[in-house]
């Protein structure tokens, strides 16, 4: 009976092989409609979007039965190997030499595989890249599977491992790009908390190629199950040797792209407001190592301790306004409204109804004006961080600083404001863990932090998430409920507005005009939304000005949305790669007001941006400045508004950093403030307390 049936510990091992052949036909039968639909065309909107001819899809419906074919033909293969292993019939071994040959080709040809699995999921414009790159990221396929090669002493195993560690890498990247208009980044590890928040409002809906190479890597893992190939390494002391080789050749890749130029002196550089162009130019891979490189600051060229004290020595030598005479407000509160836009500031925007007309109305006791950030359709927690702090995002344009750097006590506004008495409290409608909240508010002085898990009970909600209306109706519940002669600052961050503008139980209330592009439905259900932002905007401003409480209200939006580019070409009216720097950075503003019940200088149409904002907010109380505050303030004298990518000048022009026509003056005190912001970060408790905080 033995020779007849196997026995039932070697029909175990045939589960996991069974349930990868059932996971390789539902992915096909489900979304076979993918392999049978009409040919998907890429018109040229721009020269950044050329027309391209898709690879391999006029060969769907071919490909479609290729892969049922392979499928079927790996599971002739298993069960050939199965019962030959079960009549103990002996695999073919191969000497040492052939042996490492065979196990080298199949990693430099499974590379060569995986790279183009990822690129074909992502880069419809791969057939125009250069033959140059491709090069250089199949070399960096080709590492990183050597690596787990060598740390699992397997050629089988480490190529099975590879075939789900870049397909998985390739869904991911093409599914964060769908969702947020940019692609996944090293910084967005850091952050993978707040993806997944967010995770269950958007529909997961992969193309073709995504399905393809599922199929394929899995079909590709189960062939290699029937042929085992070692490193030769079977003894203890080679096993250690195999493993120290692939940490050693790890650790030469990342000196290798973490401290040398390498990606850039092949002519790679960043995009940075808009990275999926570095990856569709340069491959999905090299564009992520080139922005991961990015994302770690380094030292301004000037910085040592004595350069920042001799700074701080300067800065406070220089005069500015006395602001003791003026009123000190009872309640300070201040609000980022998610993805809240103006868009009326682009030449050729136009609706059916007025979008904003309060925050348009606004005049008595107001300052108004447009604000610049340093980022654009998502990435929420670095305008938090710019407001909040008063450092730019200058010194690493490409971290999510909330993530990256804020590892102890941090200086800023609230906790400015609480070594003056104010109860600082943050307010965000949505899960706390967002953007590593829990950890930073507290090393910020927020003495509380209110979610939706302990807070906003009830509030009316709008596609499922908190509406700014019942947000502003918790701010209010903290002032009529806090104590007798307590003073407030509240830092609330919206929620009501965030991407993605794809709900089809949502009714639009406003349509945009003269456009009808591939995401009409998701710029009128924005403006919609900003319709209701606005109203909200009229509810909080007429229950505090009928307070007998001293009241300070700042607004400003985060960043505008991601809509997609053939809308921003309608709204700018030309290529998005033909803009010039000044148009380049009309994507990087949004509105912003400061409102007092009580009164106050009164200003509009002022441009800002994010970093200043908290300090000309205070400048407007009678508190106490820090040195810091008063620095920036001298600062924005000389350079009015300002963002990572560059600045606007006293004559109202935008200049880049770093360019021919940027001014000695401003690229001398971008450096003395690269030097500071560098020292606030890093130095930990050897920072100047006095000049940073309240002394």
């Known amino acids: 009976m033995k020779k007849v049936f196997p026995n039932f510990r070697l029909s175990l091992r045939l589960l996991p ?58 599971v002739v293969d298993g069960l050939f190997s199965y019962f030959g292993r079960y009549a103990n019939k002996k695999r073919v071994l191969f000497s040492t030499i052939p042996g490492t040959v065979i196990g080298l080709l199949a990693v430099v040809a499974s590379s060569v595989l995986f790279f183009y699995e990822i690129e074909l999921i992502n880069n419809y414009y791969l057939v125009n890249m250069k033959p140059k790159y491709v090069r250089l990221n199949i070399l ?29 890498w390739g869904t991911a990247n093409y599914f964060v790009q769908r969702f947020r208009g940019s692609p996944l980044q090293w910084v967005d590890f850091s952050a993978i908390r707040t993806a997944a928040n967010v995770a269950n409002n958007y529909s997961y809906q992969p193309n073709w190629e995504v399905i393809a190479c599922w199929v394929l890597n899995l079909t590709y893992v189960q062939f290699l199950e029937h042929r085992h190939v070692r490193c030769n390494f079977g003894k203890l002391p080679l096993k250690i040797l ?50 991961a490189k990015a994302s770690f600051p ?34 300070i509160i201040c609000i980022m409204n998610e993805s809240f836009s103006d868009l009326t500031i682009y030449p050729n925007f136009k609706t059916d109804v007025e979008l904003t007309p309060v925050l348009k109305s606004l005049k008595e006791n107001t300052q108004s004006g447009r604000l610049l950030a340093s980022v654009k359709g998502g990435t929420t927690c670095n305008t938090e961080y710019e407001f909040l702090t008063g ?21 800023s506004i ?25 950890t930073v508010y507290p090393r910020m002085g927020f003495s509380d932090f209110l979610s939706i898990e302990n807070s906003f009970e009830g509030a009316e909600k709008v596609r499922g998430y908190v509406s700014d209306s019942g947000d502003y109706q918790e701010l209010i519940r903290q002032v009529e409920n806090k104590k007798e002669g307590e003073k407030l600052f509240l830092f609330n961050v919206t929620m009501q507005n965030h991407s993605s503008y794809k709900d089809k139980d949502f009714e639009s209330t406003a349509h945009v005009l003269d456009y009808n592009g591939a995401n009409q439905g998701q710029a009128d259900q924005f403006c919609s939304l900003m319709q ?17 409480q001293k009241t300070l209200i700042c607004f400003w939006g985060d960043h505008q949305p991601e809509i997609g580019d053939d809308f921003w070409e309608y709204c700018l009216g030309k290529d998005l790669d033909r803009l010039t720097f000044d148009e380049q950075q009309l994507l990087y503003e949004t509105p912003y007001f400061i409102w007092a019940n009580y009164d106050i200088p009164e200003a509009q149409d002022q441009t800002m941006s994010a970093n200043y904002l908290s300090s000309y907010l205070l400048s407007l109380t009678g508190l106490e400045l820090t040195g810091y505050n008063r620095y920036l303030l001298n600062q924005k004298k000389v350079i009015p508004a300002m963002n990572a990518y560059g600045y606007l000048s006293e004559d109202g022009i935008a200049r880049a950093w770093g360019s021919a ?19 606030e970060l890093t130095a930990g408790k050897a920072r100047d307390e006095s000049f940073f905080g309240i002394s």
């Not at 049978?36 to 040229?44: L, T, Y």
């Not at 920042?308 to 030598?317: N, V």
Request: charged fraction near 20%; charge should be negative; proline fraction near 3%.
């Open 414 to 438: 609230a906790r400015t404001l609480a070594d003056q008495g104010y109860t600082a409290i943050a307010l965000h409608p949505y899960k706390r863990s967002g953007w590593s909240r829990t």
């Open 298 to 331: 380094e030292a301004p060229e000037s910085y040592s301790g004595a350069e920042t004290k001799r700074i701080i020595q300067t800065s406070e030598s220089e005069e500015t306004e006395d602001n003791s005479s003026l009123p000190v407000p009872e309640n």
């Open 17 to 74: 092989e069974l349930a990868v052949t059932a996971a390789a036909l539902v992915l096909l039968f489900v979304y076979r409609g993918l392999f049978f639909a009409g040919a998907r065309v890429i018109k040229s909107t721009s020269s950044m979007n050329p027309a391209v001819d898709i690879p391999l899809e006029t060969h769907r419906a071919l490909i479609f039965y290729v892969l049922i074919g392979l499928v079927v033909l790996a």
């Open 532 to 548: 209701l932002s606005d109203q909200a905007i009229g509810e909080l401003l007429d229950y505090f000005s009928k307070s007998d």
């Open 391 to 411: 450092n730019s995002c200058v010194l690493s344009p490409s971290t999510v600083v909330f993530t990256s750097f804020i590892k102890d006590k941090q200086y």
């Open 140 to 168: 960096i396929t080709l590492i990183l599977t050597l690596v787990l090669v060598l740390l699992f002493n397997s050629v089988t195993r480490g190529l099975q491992i590879a075939a789900i560690f870049f397909v998985v």
């Open 661 to 679: 026509d940027a001014g000695q003056t401003e690229e001398e005190k971008l450096e003395q403030y690269r030097c500071l912001i560098y020292n």
């Open 242 to 291: 195999s493993r120290g080789a692939g940490v050693a050749v790890l650790a030469a890749f990342y000196m290798m792209i973490f401290r040398t130029n390498c990606l850039s002196d092949q002519g790679i550089w960043l995009r940075d407001w808009q990275p999926w162009y570095t990856y569709r130019l340069f491959g999905v891979e090299s564009g992520f190592f080139a922005f």
